[in-house]
């Protein structure tokens, strides 16, 4: 059903529909007017007897959707259409058609033009007109081709438009798809949050102050209460996934990273960053937490802020441990430690980053990671 509701291309399917239907009745009026001009009238009956039994068939199956996305079906449209043109010989002589006759099937040709358009875009809608117009080509002969030039611009004006406009209206109804899933998680989402705050938070909450009071082995409960408390509000706060082609919200994924030692401090709209280049990204940041729990000290805590400066993104790891020197850093290096220089520096600098560091003993370690959002 949801499919349905933001099917943008459904009012396209349907004005083709139309379109099919009316120039079939346009074909059978210029007939009807040309009459005495035919050669063999019976035959030009025939042929409108084809294209309309083709017509209702075709316009059943846009209206039920056959086909994937109807593609099949318009490749079928394109092969019946192009032997109903060549049927007008049914009608008249080769030589009447070269010498200026009418092709019978008049502008109900360019049905498959609009259906390959609609379905696979301007290509298909390119590949159409050119089809149609080779086929007239044919049948005029090429010593005509500069009479048929304005119907062959036509065709091809009529494919990229109606192509690029399909193209839009897909887009446009994935993206309102994705909308529509966020909306509803984001609901969801809210829904199960007031249920635990009304329930699991405030009893996290008592038992991590009544532990703390108690002392003793109930400290430890109190911990875990306080863990857990920070998971739940961490799995309530976190975002649902946002993303725009191979772009992901990176505030997203640094939201899990949150914990009782771990403050993520992040903007309220998404900062996305290519895929590759915001999973290097936190890596980066998770091995300078992880610096911060082998180096820090066992009482440090760590805040991790992101900062979206338009082109740029700059996220920092602060923490408020022990701190260290410059000079150690570049000493850890050469001792053959690489968790610096490798998964922070290296990842960062491999995506075209700067990676700042500031610190100082008793004054803790700064990590700035700044890289372009291009």
Known sequence: MERETVDLLQPLWRALVVFRILTWGFACFGVWTRWDGIVHPYGAVLQLAV???????????????WGRRNTRLAFADLVVTVGCMYATLWAQPLLDIRAGASVLTSVWAAGP???????????????????????????????HAS????????????GLVVGYA???LRQAGRRLREAIAVE??????????RSIHDGVLQVLAQVQRRGTAIGGEATELARLAAEQEVALRTLMSTRPAVAEGDRVDLCGLLLPLATTRVDVVVPAAPVLLPAPAAAELVAAVKEALSNVVKHAGPQARSWV????????????VRDDGIGTTPARLEQAHADGHLGVSQSIRGRITDLGGTVTVRTAPGEGTEWELKMVTA
């Open 166 to 168: 399909a193209s839009t």
């Open 147 to 158: 009479k048929i030039l304005s119907n062959v611009q036509l065709l091809l004006v009529a």
């Open 184 to 193: 509803s998680a984001t609901a969801e989402r809210l829904r199960l949050s």
């Open 305 to 316: 802020v992101v900062e979206d400066l338009g082109e740029e993104v700059v996220v920092s």
């Open 113 to 143: 033009v609009l259906a390959l358009a609609i379905s696979r875009g301007r290509d298909g809608g390119l590949l159409g007109a050119a089809t149609i117009s080779l086929a007239l080509l044919s049948l005029r002969g090429v010593e």
């Open 51 to 65: 294209m309309g039994a083709w017509t209702l068939i075709s316009s059943y199956g846009y209206s039920r959707r």
